[in-house]
């Protein structure tokens, strides 16, 4: 039987074996803050991909020291953490896996403890490793200290940082990037009214506050060339009065078409505490919208865990592909698993597996 999931997709010079893929997932696992990839790093990975993963999503991974969420984030900003990842794309690779990376700043969201390992949270003290944090404006993510606003010249700095990471990502041999423009860090802090109340040309009208993400997909889009395909993430709405909605979202979609942009992953929410209504495919919804009204290639995120649920959302013409995040956590080996579910057979079952797969 034929299934979307399993069917390839082209995007650019990269053709993904099929739709199921991992997003991006912080581990906070650099012990040594250093923001070098580890064994962790490679066996995470490595085990989705064995499991069958067509695209795998390194990470949020810092472009810039104070651009990581906690000490323990991946980084790109030199050589050495270049040269750490080339193992873990020649691995993901070598089992059928488009490799990409997720290139972030968290903004006013940076220097906080890691999610795990410790029972402190929110912003990491000066004298313990912090730092100051930089946003579009002095306003706060609740919980955390208040950002400087960001000065042109230091906009232009990041720009740069996001540039020379999607480089060194390039020579790592990465298949593709994403840029973060979600989850309430610092892209996506710009793109907010609910975050960004600055006057200049950064902020104000929708097409100001996209003005950062716009210079950033363009100077990433001068690295990486004409081959390679880029997403972006962003989160379609604040779920809150006065933030981003999905019309908004579908306005950002068109201008990030016109940049070259060839993939939304959709996820929503997290620039401020808000209630959302979380339940199976939640999101879903918003990587339908933007695929329906943009034309631009969508891969819908967020409480996918079932075969057939993942196969209805493709088949209905929701999203391009589907992003399993915590299922692959629990099991990565699922595309095994949902190949077998629904009765289709794969020609890339691990050999060493085969027997376990008859
Ligand atoms: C452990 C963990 C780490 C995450 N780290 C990131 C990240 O680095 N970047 C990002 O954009 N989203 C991150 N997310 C969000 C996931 O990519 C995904 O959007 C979210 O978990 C919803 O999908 P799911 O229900 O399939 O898990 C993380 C989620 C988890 C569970």
Redesign the pocket.
Known sequence: MSHLLFEPFTLRDVTFRNRIWV??????SVERKDGVATDWHLVHLGGMARGGAGAI?V???GVVPDGR?SQQ?LGLWNDTQRDALVPIVDFLCSQGAAAGI?L?HAGRKASTWA?WGTDRTGSLPLDEGGWVTDGPSELAFPGLVTPRALEETGIREIVKAFAASAKRAMEAGFDFV?I?A??G?LLHEFLSPLSNTRTDEYGGALVNRARFLLEVVDAVRGEIGESVPMFV?LSATDWTDGGLTLDDTVEIVNLLKQHSVDLI?V?TGANVPATIPVGPGY?VAFASGIRERTGVPTAA?????EPFQAEQILASGQADAV???????RDPHFPLRAAKALRHELPYIPGQYLRAYG
């Not at 997003?23 to 906070?28: G, T, V």
């Not at 995120?301 to 865990?305: F, H, K, W």
């Not at 992003?323 to 956590?329: A, P, V």
């Open positions: 997003p991006p997932m912080c581990q906070y999503i990470e949020a991974t969420i984030d997720q972030a999610a994403e973060h979600a989850h860090y993430r992953d996820s999101q995120v967020g409480l996918i865990t992003l399993l995040g915590r299922e692959m956590l």
